[in-house]
């Protein structure tokens, strides 16, 4: 019954060794956002689709990327991790009919970077 | 501009009291206002949301909160703590539409037995 799923759950990976985290939904939202949580702290946005339109923050590194090939997928690539991005990853949608500002989130992927 | 405030990072109680979470928030339009949970290792889920309709708003698991405009608070409220509960608590804020959500830092709800 889950609506967004984020895949992998939990991800390990070495020192500039890029790494790719999926999301995909069954809710046909047309927004999907990327979030950063670090321990103890709330998530921070790092960039949004509004259908294809790609929105980037403007304090999110440029060591992150995005991607989104249709309507239920988006892909969050970090290109060379770093310990700072270790972090909880957290995939979210949001629709005109259920409300913009009304968020469903994924379950997260938590990325260790050893 | 907008922010919101959560008063307690922590907030503990025993099972079965009454739960009070505070959220402050300032914004320059009418607001949007929510209240997500967020379980260990979990995604948030959103518990209740103020739209401008009713100031009293009733979410799940018994949570609800009042939307005070002369106050600026949006506090959650529990009559009875259950264990299930321990989880952290977020407040945020919106204006309009997408992208513009403004999270509180979080409360960590405790309950002991």
């Known amino acids: 019954d889950a609506m967004v799923i984020q895949n992998p759950r939990y991800q390990v990976t070495q020192f500039g060794k890029p790494v790719t985290l999926s999301c995909s939904q069954t809710?046909?939202?047309?927004?999907m956002y990327w979030y950063q949580q670090k321990s103890s702290q709330a998530p921070k946005l790092l960039f949004h689709y509004y259908d294809k339109d790609f929105n980037n923050e403007a304090d999110t590194p440029d060591n992150f990327q995005s991607r989104r090939p249709n309507t239920s997928f988006c892909f969050l690539d970090i290109r060379s991790p770093g310990l700072g991005d270790a972090a909880m990853y957290l995939c979210?949608?949001?629709?005109?009919?259920?409300?913009?500002?009304?968020?469903?989130f994924g379950a997260g992927s938590r990325l260790t970077v050893l | 501009a907008q922010s919101v405030t959560q008063l307690d990072s922590h907030v503990s109680v025993s099972e079965g009291t009454p739960v009070l979470l505070r959220c402050n928030y300032s914004?320059?339009?009418?607001?949007?206002l929510f209240w997500y949970v967020q379980h260990p290792n979990k995604g948030l889920q959103l518990l209740l949301k103020y739209t401008s309709a009713a100031t009293l708003v009733k979410g799940i698991n018994g949570f609800e909160a009042e939307f005070k405009k002369s106050e600026t608070s949006f506090h959650l409220t529990k009559p009875s703590a259950h264990m299930s509960d321990a989880a952290e608590y977020f407040c945020v804020v919106s204006y309009s539409g997408y992208s513009t959500l403004t999270f509180g830092k979080g409360t960590m709800l405790l309950v002991s037995p």
């Open positions: 979210a949608t949001s629709s005109v009919t259920s409300g913009l500002n009304v968020l469903t």
């Open positions: 809710l046909n939202h047309n927004v």
């Open positions: 914004s320059s339009y009418s607001p949007s």
